[in-house]
């Protein structure tokens, strides 16, 4: 075959000329190749896209399936239950874009205690792990044949961990001064927060019990005495009461009968501001039977500040200390020499303090640590911006969330259960205090608030979460592990009329089947 201009053919090219095209040694004309071409290429992407729809769709289903299967087994509870629809927010998933479930994941609702999540998020992200508070002594008199000549000052700098074995490591330091004697008062310094003791963020009804504490920076026990009942010798008998810690800021009214047999407990305790006595009264009344058990109740005191300095005073004459003066608010004056201090726990400790046992003191006390970054002396309402400026910088706005209570401890906040599961997934991604913020949180079956919940099922142990509750409101939002590696952050949120207890077993039996999923999201 001879060959025409620009030919140089080789197999599987192609040669054109004169709107011709010559292939593997046929000439086809260009026009008709053309029309030829389009319709295969056409029907060959035709048949390609059928093709790997079909692949994605099969894929899709292979993967999505068991995801279903989740979101299906969880309707299922919900309808047993019978649960109202519009009271509860659920919003459970590895990644955003994917929800293993979700239910009014964007409706504003009550989250009671959960909010302490935020609260804790908002402290490591200003607080890291490590960081600890100070409990100091400090004089501005000499000492002379081991006397004070002068008072003895306590400055409390806002440690929420400041407890009895705390002050016993206090004394013991301050013990290595070779004071023996102070000659004069004990003048407690709490100015490094405000002096709003029961902030009106809180909801507003006041009860004696513990989880309603006071805070102040000068504090001590959670601002809480323990009250113990024990039956006396004989039917008849006084009982036995005992405050725990003992001192003088304290005052005993015990009227308490020891009754025959092993009746439990009945008894009523209140305590009352002891009024020109100073301090608080505790009234202690009812019976106890002969054999009963010890029976204990916590009960919260009014002023921080002189609790914290009897204790001292207390404390100190247990080390043959005496204390001439009295113990009274002051302020620490800047010619004053330091004599002694004590470290608080590292800050994830404290957290544990908080998230364990949902303390609403400690988390009141963490936020105005948190006011202080804004301005001094620390307050909540500037520990709450420093909260909200926390959760805006993950892109949450009104919309989303609404806090003006760093303990949850009210009725006024509001957070939707989308909102609450970003901050728990931004948490989870930050090496820096993720470990720290998990460890914080109570072990299903395990400690803290879930001790008792999801025992002897497969969420045991593999669940820490953040529990919260008030009247109508029931709320968990934390983290499922799984055996196959993933870790899923899970937000429950319910404002509703429906027995309390009910809702907490539906939360976990809903768990249990997260955990339970080893595949699909």
């Known amino acids: 075959m001879s060959k025409s201009k620009g030919q140089g053919l080789t ?10 095209c010559m292939v593997a040694g046929s000439f086809i004309n260009f026009s008709d190749f053309t029309k030829f071409k389009i319709r295969y290429f056409f029907f060959a992407a035709l048949a390609g896209m059928f093709a790997l729809a079909a692949l994605s769709h099969l894929a899709q289903a292979s993967e999505k399936t068991p995801t279903w299967a989740l979101s299906n087994e969880i309707d299922s509870i919900l309808r047993k239950q019978k649960l109202d629809h519009g009271d509860l927010g659920m919003f459970i998933a590895l990644e955003e874009t994917e929800p293993l479930f979700e239910r009014n994941a964007k409706k504003l609702f009550i989250p009671a205690s959960v909010t302490k999540l935020l609260t804790a998020g908002a402290v490591l992200q200003n607080f890291p792990p490590g960081t600890k ?48 004697r102070v000659d004069g008062d004990v003048l407690v310094d709490d100015s490094f927060f405000d002096r709003v003791r029961f902030d009106p963020s809180r909801q507003k ?15 001590f026990n959670w601002n809480s005495v323990n009250v ?18 003992e001192n003088d800021y304290v005052h005993l009214d015990n009227a308490v009968r020891t009754a025959a047999g092993a009746i439990k407990a009945d008894v009523s305790v209140d305590r009352k501001d002891g009024g020109d006595n100073g301090g608080d009264i505790i009234h202690v009344r009812g019976k106890i039977g002969l054999e009963a058990d010890e029976a204990v109740v916590f009960k919260n005191i009014n002023q921080p500040d002189l609790w914290s300095g009897y204790n001292l005073k207390s404390f100190l004459a247990q080390r043959g ?59 909540i309402a500037n520990g709450v911006l420093v909260i909200r400026d926390f959760v805006q910088s993950l892109g949450l706005g009104p919309a989303d969330f609404s806090v003006v209570n760093p303990s949850g401890f009210t009725r006024e906040n509001r957070l939707t259960a989308k909102a609450l599961w970003r901050i728990l997934r931004f948490i989870q991604n930050q090496f820096r205090v993720e470990p720290e913020f998990m460890v914080s949180l109570p072990i299903a079956g395990i400690d803290g608030t879930l001790k008792k919940r999801m025992r002897d099922t497969a969420a045991e142990r593999w669940v820490r979460a953040k529990t919260g509750l008030l009247n109508s409101v029931v709320a968990l939002a934390g983290f499922a592990g ?33 955990v339970e999923n080893q595949s699909g999201g």
């Open 482 to 514: 799984r055996k196959d590696g993933k870790v899923v952050p899970f937000v429950f949120l319910y404002n509703g009329s429906a027995d309390e207890s009910r809702v907490r077993h539906v939360f976990d039996d809903v768990l249990v089947k997260v």
């Open 133 to 180: 508070f100070k409990t100091q002594l400090w004089a501005d008199s000499p000492i002379e044949e081991n006397a004070l000549k002068g008072p003895l000052y306590l400055k409390g700098l806002g440690d929420p961990s400041f407890v009895s074995e705390s002050l016993w490591v206090l004394v013991n330091n301050f013990i290595r001064t070779g004071i023996r």
């Open 321 to 379: 200390i005496q204390i001439k003066g009295q113990v009274k608010a002051g302020s620490t004056p800047s010619s004053a020499r330091l004599l002694a201090e004590v470290d608080s726990k590292p800050i994830e400790q404290v957290l544990a303090d908080m998230n364990k046992f949902s303390n609403n003191y400690v988390a009141e006390m963490l936020t105005k640590h948190l006011g202080t970054l804004k301005a001094q002396p620390g307050s």
């Open 205 to 219: 009804e006041r009860v004696d019990r513990a989880f309603d504490a006071p805070t102040g920076a000068m504090s």
């Open 11 to 20: 197999e599987g090219k192609f040669v054109f000329e004169n709107n011709s």
């Open 228 to 245: 113990y009942v024990r039956p006396g010798k004989k039917a008849g008998d006084p009982a036995r009461v005992f405050l725990d810690p």
